[in-house]
């Protein structure tokens, strides 16, 4: 299994990381189907994103080595209404020389401790179909396919279906 480098450190986002988080972001909404976002994102609206987040009490967490961002996590609400108050969804991703170190699986973790601790009962993930390797990656840490929907992200003149990947951060917990 591949380690994360010793000296990483884990925090909390701020508005200085709108640049380095756009920087890895925008390319894989620009270039991929991994996420069905049509246009890149201003480091303005990341850093808004940021601030929205945190201040709702949700994680937006960097992954930083040697003082440059090597990835980043966040999570939000899954659906807007009270009645989704505990489900949240979640964003992870590695800038291109961190994928397969170790980064996603120290980041996920994070954002399910940051979840559980805020009482939140389940994090979702939304998956392109094609996506084999995030996939992978989610079934690896525990994720379990909730559901399937069949050609409901468009992009590059093409439908592509959407996973919905969950976790019970409660199951096998104490229940208050």
Same mark, same amino acid.
């Given at each position: 299994?591949?380690?994360? &480098?010793?000296?990483?450190? =884990?925090?909390? &986002?701020?508005?200085? *990381?709108?640049?380095?988080?756009?920087?890895?972001?925008? #390319?894989?909404?620009?270039?991929?189907?991994?996420?069905?976002?049509?246009?890149?994102?201003? !480091?303005? *609206? /990341?850093? &808004?994103?940021?601030? !929205?987040?945190?201040?709702?009490?949700?994680?937006?967490?960097?992954?930083?080595?040697?003082?440059?961002?090597?990835?980043?996590? $966040?999570?939000?609400?899954?659906? &807007?209404?009270?009645?989704?108050?505990?489900?949240?969804?979640?964003? /992870?991703?590695?800038?291109?020389?961190?994928?397969?170190?170790?980064?996603?699986?120290?980041? =996920?973790?994070? /954002?399910?401790?940051?979840?559980?601790?805020?009482?939140?009962?389940?994090?979702?993930?939304? +998956?392109?179909?094609?996506?084999?390797? $995030?996939?992978?990656?989610?079934?690896?840490?525990?994720?379990? !396919?909730?559901?399937? +929907?069949?050609?409901?992200?468009?992009?590059?003149?093409?439908?592509?279906?959407?996973? =919905?990947?969950?976790?019970?951060?409660?199951?096998?917990?104490?229940? #208050?």
């Amino acid at each position: 299994m591949p380690r994360v &480098a010793q000296d990483v450190v =884990l925090r909390d &986002a701020g508005p200085a *990381d709108a640049g380095p988080v756009a920087a890895i972001w925008n #390319p894989i909404v620009r270039d991929t189907v991994i996420t069905f976002w049509p246009s890149p994102r201003s !480091e303005a *609206d /990341i850093a &808004a994103m940021i601030a !929205e987040r945190q201040a709702a009490g949700q994680a937006f967490l960097v992954a930083e080595v040697q003082g440059r961002v090597a990835g980043f996590a $966040s999570y939000a609400q899954f659906r &807007a209404g009270a009645g989704y108050a505990h489900s949240m969804e979640h964003t /992870i991703h590695a800038a291109p020389e961190a994928r397969g170190r170790g980064f996603g699986r120290l980041l =996920l973790r994070a /954002i399910e401790d940051h979840a559980r601790d805020r009482h939140h009962r389940l994090l979702i993930g939304a +998956i392109t179909g094609s996506n084999a390797a $995030s996939l992978r990656f989610h079934s690896a840490m525990g994720y379990a !396919e909730w559901g399937r +929907i069949p050609a409901a992200g468009w992009k590059f003149g093409e439908f592509h279906d959407l996973l =919905l990947m969950g976790k019970d951060l409660k199951k096998g917990q104490p229940q #208050p």
